[in-house]
């Protein structure tokens, strides 16, 4: 899922200065899973915002929500008149559900309440960890099933760099060493021998380096007329 | 075919080859590097120039090998993945052929993070395995990476780094394997201070006959304290340092030549080694010590082949 970590309440409130009528708007999608912009840290962020409303005198209207997928028009359109009445509309939701509502209210300032940090997984409770790149060619089935590309700080594909110590990865100690690992787990199926082999650069065409990525899907489209893939903006 | 680099001819003619890393400035003044050439040169085959070695920003590797040359040095110009996408590698690689360096260390390189520039976008598009194998392919097969034809080949010796040190063990003589796969001609170790570590090593590498397709230099660093030996076994990822280093470090009176004797008793014994062709000096900040070093080891002259 998508992880995001709110920003501070200080660093929200400054974007916030001369706004009167404040809308928080959260996700009940990833980001309330990974409990950054759930309906509780909604509530929680507007009770802190007012207060610091209160102590300097700001006069801010707080405003709540939580939207069920930020990130899809039909879901953000049931909270038309809320966005509408607002000047400052703070997301709580990841990137993705931010710039939906950004991009269906042009004229509305959108200020993003939390960063989007990764693509990851919930490892226990409290504690969440980078899976995945989203680099666009999936080659796990190549490594044991753990991604190099997004575990292994220098996105290595062809072993551990020289920095492996005992089995922690040179940029953190805390963090596990993606080679040590993909390694254990291909000696433990039988198939060591897949690392013997020189792996060709990857091809980062098919990620964000090769532009901004988009996905037509001509036997879903309802208007045939979209199938050049342009966007049509609301 | 271009003349071959001096490092590979005596390696390739059998001898006992010997170089040894040099740090350019974080500056733009290159005087006092060339000073520092000027004094240890012909204590070494070959020089390495380090890519901003630990991320740390530095004068240019190739352009202190232009700088060096001219100063009679043969560089070895170190070669990172972390800062160069794989079209300004090839055409460094390129430049630096045309410029006349013949021999190339490929890293992937230290991440950024431990430098002074932390903020740095890591490029990482290609590793040392994927660069090497690249190089080798411009070089013999005059195609850069993307199979289109190259007006004409770099000519250059291809070297890696290998860590005997760094996790999974088992795993770093099969790495080293696939790295001459890829087109190592020379490997140079990180540095060795548990030799009975490195002998196993040894003797695995000597299993998988890889001391005969490529050439081994087993690396060290002179130190001159106890405290720098401690840092490097507790802050230095991929490093083993026994403790009882440490110790005869710790009771040695004049700690400087101790940290000079450990060093050439560990380049005497080195030189045992079935299947290590050379020496590779990285004295850090202590560049100057390299030609005492050398001497004491009875690895002088250096000679041109």
Same mark, same amino acid.
């Given at each position: 899922m998508i992880i995001g970590e709110r920003k501070k309440v200080s660093e929200i409130a400054e974007m916030l200065a001369g706004?009167?009528?404040? &809308?928080? /708007?959260?996700?009940?999608?990833?980001?309330?899973?990974?409990?950054? #912009?759930?309906?509780? =840290?909604?509530?929680? &962020?507007? /009770?802190?915002?007012?207060?610091?409303?209160?102590?300097?005198?700001? #006069?801010?209207?707080? =405003?709540e929500n939580v939207v069920e997928r930020q990130c899809e028009k039909e879901w953000v359109r049931e909270i038309d008149d809320k966005i509408r009445n607002a000047d400052a509309i703070v997301s709580l939701a990841c990137g993705l559900g931010?710039?939906?509502?950004?991009?269906?209210?042009?004229?509305?300032?959108?200020?993003?309440?939390?960063?989007?940090?990764?693509?990851?997984v919930p490892e226990e409770q409290g504690v969440w960890s980078?899976?995945?790149?989203?680099?666009?060619?999936?080659i796990i089935h190549t490594t044991g099933g753990i991604c190099p590309v997004s575990r292994c700080a220098k996105s290595m594909r062809n072993g551990p760099c020289g920095g492996s110590s005992n089995g922690k990865c040179e940029v953190d100690p805390d963090?596990?060493?993606?080679?040590?690992?993909?390694?254990?787990?291909?000696?433990?199926?039988?198939?060591?021998?897949?690392?013997?082999?020189?792996?060709?650069?990857?091809?980062?065409?098919?990620?964000?380096?090769?532009?901004?990525?988009?996905?037509?899907?001509?036997?879903?489209?309802?208007?045939?007329?979209?199938?050049?893939?342009?966007?049509?903006?609301? | 075919m271009?003349?071959?680099?001096?490092?590979?001819?005596?390696?390739?003619?059998?001898?006992f080859a010997v170089t040894a890393e040099i740090g350019p400035p974080r500056g733009a003044d290159p005087t006092?590097?060339?000073?520092?050439?000027?004094?240890?040169?012909?204590?070494?085959?070959?020089?390495?120039?380090?890519?901003?070695?630990?991320?740390?920003?530095?004068?240019?590797?190739?352009?202190?090998?232009?700088?060096?040359?001219?100063?009679?040095?043969e560089p070895v110009i170190q070669m990172t993945c972390r800062d160069r996408n794989r079209i300004a590698l090839q055409s460094d690689l390129l430049g630096a052929s045309a410029i006349g360096v013949k021999n190339v260390l490929c890293l992937t390189g230290d991440h950024h993070t431990f430098g002074n520039e932390k903020s740095a976008k890591g490029v990482f598009d290609l590793d040392s395995i994927s660069l090497l194998n690249?190089?080798?392919?411009?070089?013999?097969?005059?195609?850069?990476?993307?199979?289109?034809?190259?007006?004409?080949?770099?000519?250059?010796?291809?070297?890696?780094?290998?860590?005997?040190?760094?996790?999974?063990?088992?795993?770093?003589?099969?790495?080293?394997?696939?790295?001459?796969?890829?087109?190592?001609q020379f490997i140079q170790t990180q540095a060795i201070f548990d030799l009975d570590w490195f002998e196993r090593w040894m003797a695995e590498v000597r299993k998988m006959d890889l001391h005969e397709k490529v050439h081994i230099l087993g690396g060290v660093i002179p130190v001159k304290s106890a405290g720098a030996l401690r840092y490097?076994?507790?802050?230095?990822?991929?490093?083993?340092?026994?403790?009882?280093?440490?110790?005869?470090?710790?009771?040695?009176?004049?700690?400087?030549?101790?940290?000079?004797?450990?060093?050439?008793?560990?380049?005497?014994?080195?030189?045992?080694?079935?299947?290590?062709?050379?020496?590779?000096?990285?004295?850090?900040?202590?560049?100057?010590?390299?030609?005492?070093?050398?001497?004491?080891?009875?690895?002088?002259?250096?000679?041109?082949?």
């Open positions: 706004k009167k009528k404040i &809308l928080v /708007s959260g996700c009940r999608t990833c980001v309330a899973i990974c409990m950054a #912009g759930g309906e509780k =840290e909604v509530s929680e &962020l507007s /009770s802190a915002l007012m207060l610091i409303s209160d102590r300097d005198g700001l #006069g801010w209207k707080m =405003e931010a710039q939906t509502v950004a991009d269906m209210y042009p004229e509305k300032e959108v200020y993003p309440g939390l960063n989007t940090t990764f693509l990851g980078e899976k995945c790149l989203a680099c666009g060619e999936c963090t596990d060493c993606a080679w040590v690992a993909i390694y254990d787990r291909l000696k433990l199926q039988g198939r060591l021998d897949m690392m013997t082999d020189v792996i060709e650069p990857k091809d980062w065409s098919k990620s964000h380096s090769g532009g901004r990525r988009k996905i037509v899907r001509k036997d879903l489209l309802i208007q045939p007329t979209d199938s050049s893939g342009k966007e049509v903006v609301e | 271009s003349e071959q680099s001096n490092l590979e001819k005596i390696l390739s003619s059998g001898k006092e590097m060339i000073e520092l050439a000027r004094k240890i040169k012909g204590s070494a085959d070959a020089f390495n120039l380090t890519d901003n070695q630990t991320a740390i920003v530095r004068l240019s590797s190739i352009g202190s090998a232009v700088l060096l040359m001219k100063e009679g040095i690249t190089f080798k392919n411009m070089r013999d097969t005059k195609k850069q990476l993307s199979g289109e034809e190259l007006d004409s080949a770099p000519n250059i010796y291809l070297g890696a780094a290998e860590n005997p040190f760094a996790t999974p063990y088992e795993y770093r003589a099969i790495r080293m394997a696939k790295k001459v796969k890829a087109g190592a490097m076994k507790n802050k230095v990822p991929g490093m083993i340092v026994p403790d009882a280093l440490i110790g005869r470090m710790n009771r040695a009176e004049d700690k400087k030549e101790e940290g000079i004797q450990i060093c050439i008793e560990m380049i005497e014994r080195l030189k045992q080694i079935e299947g290590v062709h050379g020496v590779h000096i990285m004295a850090v900040m202590w560049e100057q010590i390299v030609p005492r070093l050398v001497t004491d080891s009875k690895l002088m002259p250096r000679t041109s082949v």
